[in-house]
């Protein structure tokens, strides 16, 4: 849980510096294919408050449902993350979190172990919300070495 729980804290930890990081940073994408810095959080922000909320509802009141991929990446694609101020998104992918957990924190210890298949896979509520935690601390190190290589800094260094 505190796994899940952590990115609430690194989202107020992040607030420190992200006047350092210029609008172009936040907002623009690296190629086609990738998300903005905005966008990035905004896909763990939407994936929270609909798809894994949605997923633990099921795990809790099916027997053994079968998950689809969540289709977020498309819809933050669409959406209008990128015209928002960063402080705005890091407050949604805090609430989000926040309800997440709660939802969380009520689940009794059997439907922990209730079976859900994502993709052909069984696997327990347990093991999917690890995998919720294991993907998005994924994207944020992608973001950080992307961060890395914008050098934000202002030392003038080659």
Known sequence: MEQVEYLIDEVEALRTVTDTVPEPVQSGRPTDDDLSMKELYGLIAE???????????????????????????????????????????????????????????????????????????????????????TDDFQRLRDLGYRLHDADLSDRGEE
């Open 47 to 133: 994936l929270d408050r609909h798809e894994r909320t949605d997923w633990i509802r099921r795990a809790r009141d099916e027997d053994t449902p079968t998950l689809s991929p969540a289709e977020a990446t498309e819809r933050v694609r669409r959406g209008d993350w990128n015209d928002r101020d960063l402080d705005v998104v890091l407050d949604a992918v805090q609430d989000a979190r926040r309800d997440l957990v709660a939802n969380l924190t009520d689940l009794d210890a059997g439907t922990w172990m209730r079976e859900v298949e994502v993709e052909g896979e069984s696997l327990t509520l347990f093991e999917l919300v690890h995998r919720f935690a």
